[in-house]
DNA sequence: ATCTGTGCAAATAGTTTGCATCCTC
DNA sequence: GAGGATGCAAACTATTTGCACAGAT
């Protein structure tokens, strides 16, 4: 079963109606690989207005489908939770670029961490900045 | 020498000139162990318009003497940068409080991605998200 | 005297909300 | 037919910029 599949199952289960505007951002979603911004899923589905990119997001975020990344001061962006697919980010604070990444010990050091805090850590996000193969080329 | 007295010797070094509202800046950096918002910084100094406020923390940015630290979608802090002291962040999502931790394992395995990465990594960041102590109690 | 630093107000960017209408159930 | 879903536009929040003036060198 496809994520998108999934998701449509999760949001009938929690009383949601099938619209348009959320299916297609959905659709755009299931296409991704990595994270994308809200204006950039605006900006790529004409037909559906901003306000609706925000609330399908975070109708999606709560139900656990998507998260968000946060990559700078500004810019929020937002990729779909696979169930065993769990990566962190790497981004170029030259270009923006934001690449994929993961890693088995730091998984490790961080539920480490977890296990000695009085926190109940319910998730982690792990940001990587520095310079892209294709920038430290351009000098 | 205390970090505010090395942050007025380097924006000195830097070619800044010494102004009251950066300096206020300072020395509410110096009182503060863990990050503080730009608009908290505002709020508490009246005196300091909210556009200086913005302006030094970004110089300060610059020259290495401060960093950001993205918590959530919204709200951004800045703490102020000692050296030899690096630490991370766990956000209540219930109360947005913030505490600081460190992990010496964490910072290996970090450093181990670095190692085998593509990109020339400069910095990084880990967020944990989860409920702190004060607000499991109240269920 | 010069030129940077500052405060104010206006502009901008991203996100959220109000509301009339459309569409699903 | 009832009530959620949607698009549009207005409201809001955080941040940035323009500009005249004060202050540092």
Redesign the interface.
């Known amino acids: 079963m496809s994520w998108s599949e999934q998701a449509a199952g999760r949001l009938n289960e929690a009383g949601f109606r099938a619209g348009a505007a959320r299916r297609q951002v959905i659709e755009l979603l299931e296409g991704e690989h990595c994270a994308v911004t809200a204006l950039e899923i605006d900006s790529r589905l004409p037909a559906v207005g901003r306000a609706s990119v925000y609330r399908t997001l975070e109708q999606l975020e709560q139900l656990d489908l998507v998260h968000?990344v946060?990559?700078?001061?500004d810019v929020?962006a937002f990729e779909r939770n696979d169930p065993g697919e769990h990566h962190h980010h790497?981004v170029?604070?030259r270009c923006g670029r934001l690449?994929p990444?993961e890693?088995p010990?730091?998984e490790?050091?961080?539920h480490?961490?977890?296990e000695g805090?009085?926190?109940?850590?319910?998730?982690?996000?792990?940001?990587?900045?520095?310079?892209?193969?294709r920038c430290?080329e351009k000098g």
Chains 1, 2 share one sequence.
């Open positions: 968000r946060d990559v700078g001061a929020v790497m170029c604070v690449v990444f890693d010990a730091l490790r050091a961080i480490g961490v977890g805090a009085e926190f109940e850590v319910l998730s982690h996000d792990v940001l990587l900045r520095g310079v892209c193969p430290q």
